[in-house]
Nanobody
Framework: QVQLVESGGGLVQAGGSLRLSCAAS????????MGWFRQAPGKEREFVAT????????YYADSVKGRFTISRDNAQKTVYLQMNSLKPEDTAVYSC?????????????????WGQGTQVTVSS
């Protein structure tokens, strides 16, 4: 079992930055792929970024590539999402997700465990 708790969301002006954190409990974090997803009002949950179990590979949605960076600290059982140059269209509830495996995963259905989400609001 893995429990995930996100933090770091908030209100920021366009062009600003936020860093989201996702703290995990459980013994399998270090062998879990992690992902960040977001869901805006009236829209489906969408993929943002993913990272392999050892941080060796990452993958980003085109909409955030070059602006967001995913990273992880296995000793701290935490995954991060650094978000720079934020835009109003980045406004959403951001959730982290976990699953076992040694590659990265892009689909909502790939993940077994989810956090409750943290709100990010970008004002224009």
């Amino acid at each position: 079992q893995v429990q995930l708790v996100e933090s770091g969301g908030g209100l920021v002006q366009a062009g600003g930055s936020l860093r989201l954190s996702c703290a995990a409990s459980g013994r399998t974090f270090s062998t879990s792929a992690m992902g960040w997803f977001r869901q805006a009002p009236g829209k489906e949950r969408e993929f943002v970024a993913t990272i392999t179990w050892n941080g060796g590979s990452t993958y980003y949605a085109d909409s955030v590539k070059g602006r967001f960076t995913i990273s992880r600290d296995n000793a701290q059982k935490t995954v991060y999402l650094q978000m720079n140059s934020l835009k109003p269209e980045d406004t959403a509830v951001y959730s982290c997700a976990a699953r076992g495996g040694f590659r990265y995963y892009l689909r909502v259905d790939d993940y077994n465990y989810w956090g409750q989400g943290t709100q990010v609001t970008v004002s224009s």
